[in-house]
Nanobody, 116 residues
Framework: QVQIVESGGGLVQPGGSLRLSCAAS????????MRWYRQAPGKERELVAL????????NYADSVKGRFTISRDNAKNTVYLQMNSLKHEDTAVYYC?????????WGQGTQVTVSS
């Protein structure tokens, strides 16, 4: 059974940093690319970052390039999202995503609020 669990969200001031974690199980994690999405109130869910299965290829939304870094530890079945220089507009629920055997799997999400 595939399980995806995010953690690490919280309240942070503008300019601050947070690191999100996503622990996955129930599939061969090292064979799967992983993604982070986010959804702000009243907006559609958007792709934030993705990483290839070995971790050597990453891609980012233009809005987070240079501020966010996605990484993974295949030994721990975990993917991370390091978020620096946070802005008000980064406020959203952040979701981890995996596609496995032609099905989409999402975590429950973790809230990130950027506010002074």
């Amino acid at each position: 059974q595939v399980q995806i669990v995010e953690s690490g969200g919280g309240l942070v001031q503008p300019g601050g940093s947070l690191r999100l974690s996503c622990a996955a199980s129930g599939f061969t994690f090292s064979n799967n690319g992983m993604r982070w999405y986010r959804q702000a109130p009243g907006k559609e869910r958007e792709l934030v970052a993705l990483i290839s299965s070995p971790g050597d290829t990453t891609n980012y939304a233009d809005s987070v390039k240079g501020r966010f870094t996605i990484s993974r530890d295949n030994a721990k079945n975990t993917v991370y999202l390091q978020m620096n220089s946070l802005k008000h507009e980064d406020t959203a629920v952040y979701y981890c995503y995996a596609r496995y055997q032609w099905r989409d799997y999402w975590g429950q999400g973790t809230q990130v609020t950027v506010s002074s």
